[in-house]
């Protein structure tokens, strides 16, 4: 996105909530609409069809065009879609913007905010993140209206949207190309828009504390046939116990470090054994 219009961009420790509390959140998650994309006036096809992608991505469907280029199925558009070609990308409607703002709560997209409340148009605004916790409380049908690709939307259409979201970036070159902004803010909204991703639980289960001090009587065993003075050891076995206590291994990572300590603490216990068969020097001690 550039010019007049960058898009959005981006902040624990509330109670757990109780069933009731996270079933009405479900069902209020259900309730609320998912919001459409408005790209006002967009100059190159190629930048409608990586929109249209990220909405497939983050669970998106309705796309609205203001003015859009011709989009040929054998052109950019389509080509830069993915499987957005097969759905949100010929199920776009032609629009106006005046549609728009008379039927949504409307979000408009910017690169350039003002710095205080003298630039009225573009100020206050929110980042991404804070959109998306405001949108929660948002009972009604919602728009994110992005811009034109060189000069975004400008101050007469910003004044007449509900809000203003616009992606933090470095002061230097803060202005995001049109399918990128999309993507970053779509990204950030997915709270509110994708029930499930690809990516599985990620809750950590510890391992039984049990296995856990097994470990770490393997670990000492194995300190002890290394030939550390004993002060060492004992240093030593206090910063496993600290790493451990710092990175809650899971029970499949304790298991597998138990089975290789179990072996190395094996074949050093057979070492030992051969050296005093053969009446050979034991393994080298510290002195």
């Known amino acids: 996105m550039s010019g007049d219009e960058r898009a959005p961009a981006t902040g624990e420790g509330a109670a757990e909530p109780t069933d009731a509390e996270a079933s009405a959140e479900s069902d209020d998650a259900a309730d609320r609409q998912t919001p459409v994309v408005v790209v006002v006036e967009p100059e190159t096809p190629g930048n409608v069809g990586t929109i249209a992608r990220a909405m497939k991505n983050f669970g998106l469907t309705d796309l609205k065009l203001v003015d859009p280029p011709e989009l040929r199925e054998d052109g950019e558009a389509y080509g830069f879609a993915g499987h957005a070609r097969e ?130 009587g393997f670990f000492e065993d194995f300190l002890a046939a290394t030939g550390q003075r004993d002060h060492v050891r004992e240093k030593n076995a206090l910063l496993m116990r600290r790493l451990l206590g710092r990175a809650h291994p899971t029970e499949r990572e304790i298991h597998t470090l138990l089975g290789t300590f179990r072996k190395a603490n094996t074949k050093l216990e057979h070492a030992d054994h051969l050296a005093a068969k053969y009446d050979e020097p034991p393994y080298p001690r510290e002195k």
């Open 87 to 216: 759905d949100v990308l010929p199920n776009a409607d032609e629009v106006t913007f005046e549609e728009v703002v008379a039927n949504y709560h409307t979000v408009g997209t910017t690169a350039i905010t003002g710095e205080d409340d003298r630039s009225h148009e573009r100020f206050p605004f929110k980042t991404p993140v804070e959109l998306r916790e405001s949108l929660k409380t948002v009972d009604a049908p919602t728009a994110i209206v992005f811009g034109r690709e060189g000069r975004g939307l400008n101050n007469e259409e910003l004044s007449r949207l509900d809000e203003v979201c616009s992606i933090p970036a470095d002061d230097d070159y803060p202005v995001l190309n049109l399918g990128q902004a999309a993507t970053v803010l779509l990204y950030e909204m997915r709270d509110l828009t994708v029930g499930e991703t690809q990516l599985p639980d990620t809750e950590v289960t510890r391992a039984p504390e049990a296995d856990v001090e097994r470990f770490h």
